[in-house]
T-cell receptor
Framework: DTEVTQTPKHLVMGMTNKKSLKCEQH?????MYWYKQKAKKPPELMFV???????INESVPSRFSPECPNSSLLNLHLHALQPEDSALYLC?????????????????????FGAGTRLSVL | AQTVTQSQPEMSVQEAETVTLSCTYD???????LFWYKQPPSRQMILVIR??????QNATENRFSVNFQKAAKSFSLKISDSQLGDAAMYFC???????????FGKGITLSVRP
């Protein structure tokens, strides 16, 4: 099972709204990621969580607030967004092991993606 | 910094024919991994194939194979017996062993003609 589940699939919000995106995986992965993707462009990394701790923040504006309540769940809280924040938001997960077993090493380096949340900010 | 270059924005292939998507990368690392991801209109980013830099043998997954030229830093994807379901955007991606970040190329849109 390589499933990463994201909800909702679509979200429309006004600039004064507060909403949250949810991402869930049950593969035992300990690294989780948020990406932003504009149409016909590659995904852009926003945040990385490793063992439920924020390890990378790619200088994302504070109106995006990530949260990792447990090893299976990743949230992205949205507040006071701008129309230019409209995009596809992708969640991904990967193993996070330091063992040198070759199988674990490659598994550690594969990111599995969810189907994304299409966000429109009006 | 590592970079991934996909110079062709679009390609088209006849159903049942073979197509090759090109990708080059730049890195000074010796431990790294290369990936091709497929993103159909349904949006899900699906891993197509992966290649470990330390392996000389080219990876193969059914109709998908790569031509990994380490010295030339080239990582092209060959799709044999193309099917209508192969129509999608394809991203080449790089990751080194010490870094969580996945570096993507700009992507290529592949269309399949019936």
């Amino acid at each position: 099972d390589t499933e990463v589940t994201q909800t909702p699939k679509h979200l429309v919000m006004g600039m004064t709204n507060k909403k949250s995106l949810k991402c869930e995986q049950h593969m035992g992965h300990r690294a989780m990621y948020w990406y932003k993707q504009k149409a016909k462009k590659p995904p852009e990394l926003m945040f990385v969580y490793s063992y439920e701790k924020l390890s990378i923040n790619e200088s994302v504006p504070s109106r995006f607030s990530p949260e990792c309540p447990n090893s299976s769940l990743l949230n992205l809280h949205l507040h006071a967004l701008q129309p230019e924040d409209s995009a596809l938001y992708l969640c991904a997960s990967s193993q996070n092991e330091d063992r040198l077993d070759p199988f674990i090493l490659i598994a550690k380096n594969i990111q599995y993606f969810g189907a994304g949340t299409r966000l429109s900010v009006l | 910094a590592q970079t991934v270059t996909q110079s062709q924005p679009e390609m088209s292939v006849q159903e049942a024919e073979t197509v090759t998507l090109s990708c080059t990368y730049d890195t000074s690392e010796s431990d790294y991994y290369l990936f091709w991801y497929k993103q159909p209109p349904s949006r899900q980013m699906i891993l197509v194939i992966r290649q470990e830099a330390y392996k000389q043998q080219n990876a193969t997954e059914n109709r998908f194979s790569v031509n990994f030229q380490k010295a030339a830093k080239s990582f092209s994807l060959k799709i044999s017996d193309s099917q209508l379901g192969d129509a999608a955007m394809y991203f080449c991606a790089y990751k080194d062993g010490a870094n969580s970040k996945l570096t993507f190329g700009k992507g290529i849109t592949l269309s399949v003609r019936p």
